[in-house]
């Protein structure tokens, strides 16, 4: 953690903040909703000031921060809609998938059907604190879990990880609003939702809504970059998203792309 964000997290942490990092000019880019009130703003902008010239900006985002529970296939529990991310091949060799950690810490049991029998088990779930992502074992082991994401009518063959740069085109697909696209607008993101703050995010401008959250984040060749997490705004007026990245949950579980 910087100097600046260091700061930041001391003293402008609150429901309805994120900030994060410009990598190109090195520069930190600090967002309030439509939730932060005057008083709160103007504390912000104070902590922005402190900082020095050209060290932070300040900006307002769309709407309010949000998780977007209510790859593109939606998964069902006991009455929330969360998304499918990616399939994968767990540390055991069993199928899988990711999803969103704020999913699965509510709910360990998913089903591919609203009401349905339960086709998935969570096996570890980070929210808040260090990410947002969630793992998942098939309760049947001989599951087809192909490596792609649909897209409504055809899908996309997923081959690879695939870091998250500034600028970088993707897609997103999520059960509430299909596909969207955008571009990659920050990195090592930290955003403070209600239910808590989220750090190793990234930022981006693809829209999305509620039913979204665990949703895929990929490239047009194939390369998965993130989990849907949360965000402001909708796909009608746009606004800002946050996703945790493929090749940290990955790592951390020792799970790979089929």
Do not use: K
Request: charge should be negative; glycine fraction near 14%; aromatic fraction near 8%.
């Amino acid at each position: 953690m910087s100097e600046g964000t260091a700061m930041l997290w001391d003293e402008a942490r609150m429901p309805g903040t994120a900030w994060s990092v410009n990598p190109e000019t090195n520069q930190i880019e600090v967002l309030a909703d439509s939730t932060i009130d005057a008083d709160e703003w103007d504390a912000i902008q104070s902590t922005v000031d402190s900082m020095g010239e050209g060290v932070a900006t300040l900006e307002r985002a769309p709407g309010e921060f949000q998780l977007f529970a209510a790859g593109g296939d939606p998964i069902f529990a006991e009455g929330a809609r969360c998304s499918l991310g990616f399939n994968v091949t767990n540390a055991d060799g069993s199928p899988g998938f990711l999803t969103a950690g704020h999913c699965g810490v509510a709910f360990d049991q998913w089903s591919d059907t609203e009401g349905g029998e339960a086709i998935a088990t969570i096996q570890d779930a980070v929210f808040p604190g260090d990410g947002d992502f969630a793992i998942a074992s098939y309760d049947d082991p001989n599951a087809d879990a192909p490596s792609t994401v649909n897209i409504g009518g055809q899908e996309v063959e997923i081959t690879s990880a695939l870091e998250a740069e500034e600028g970088l085109q993707v897609f997103r697909m999520g059960s509430t609003t299909g596909l969207h696209d955008g571009q990659v607008t920050g990195l090592d993101a930290t955003v403070t939702y209600p239910e808590g703050t989220v750090t190793g995010l990234i930022e981006t401008d693809v829209c999305a809504e509620p039913g979204d959250s665990g949703g895929a984040l990929f490239t047009e060749d194939g390369g998965a970059v993130g989990l849907t997490s949360g965000g402001s705004g909708d796909c009608t007026f746009g606004g800002v998203t946050f996703f945790h990245p493929v090749t940290d949950a990955l790592e951390r579980t020792g799970a790979t792309i089929p």
